[in-house]
């Protein structure tokens, strides 16, 4: 039913968009003017129905490829491998919690080893940045790090989005990074097994 409901109103949209564009057009042609200012009467139609709902999707779109391309992405910065020689005999101790206990705004993945999620925004034009952690509780440093972006307005009361063109949940290759950062993740939460 809601399907109908959305089709219904892009087709009245749509309409109005053609409408709209073709009433500038015929009324610059009625005034006498030339083709080339015909066209901008036409655009100027256009853009009167365009902009109020899609005003911010162009700006939208650059920022979340803006921010993908250079701040997004997945990095370890000591393996389990390398934690265990610097740490010896530590890592048999350590038992995994799968309740998901949390600390600090951060889940407690076993005795030493914390996972930290933060979620940030609403920034420009209704992004989101994510973090994602695995973080050493003892010492504080940081092991392996996910930066994620996404766009939308989100759902609003388990509705679908009222914007749902804006709506981007990750970057692309975001998906096998977060994958690939859940791995370790358990690498370091089972550790001790």
């Not at 853009?47 to 162009?58: E, G, M, Q, T």
């Not at 389990?80 to 740490?87: M, Y």
């Not at 995994?96 to 940030?120: C, H, M, T």
């Not at 994602?132 to 679908?160: M, Q």
Request: net charge positive.
């Amino acid at each position: 039913m809601f399907g109908l409901v959305v089709f219904g109103l892009i087709g009245i949209y749509l309409v109005l968009l053609i409408a709209a564009t073709r009433w500038g057009y015929r009324h610059a042609a009625k005034k006498g003017l030339p083709r080339t200012q015909r066209w901008l009467w036409a655009a100027s139609g256009f853009l009167l129905v365009y902009l109020p709902v899609f005003w911010d999707w162009i700006p939208t779109v650059v920022a979340h490829q803006y921010y993908c391309a250079t701040e997004a992405g997945f990095w370890v910065y000591k393996s389990v491998d390398q934690w265990k020689k610097e740490n010896p005999g530590v890592m048999e101790t350590l038992v995994a919690y799968n309740d998901g206990k949390s600390a600090n705004g951060a889940y407690i993945l076993n005795q030493r080893f914390n996972w930290a999620v933060k979620k940030i925004g609403p920034l420009w034009f209704n992004r989101w940045r994510w973090h994602h952690e695995v973080v050493d509780s003892k010492s504080g440093e940081v092991l392996a790090r996910y930066i994620d972006f996404s766009t939308g307005n989100g759902n609003i009361g388990g509705e679908p989005p009222l914007r749902f063109w804006l709506q981007s949940e990750y970057c692309s290759g975001g998906e096998p990074n977060y994958g690939k950062f859940l791995l370790v993740k358990r690498a370091f939460q089972g550790a001790g097994k």
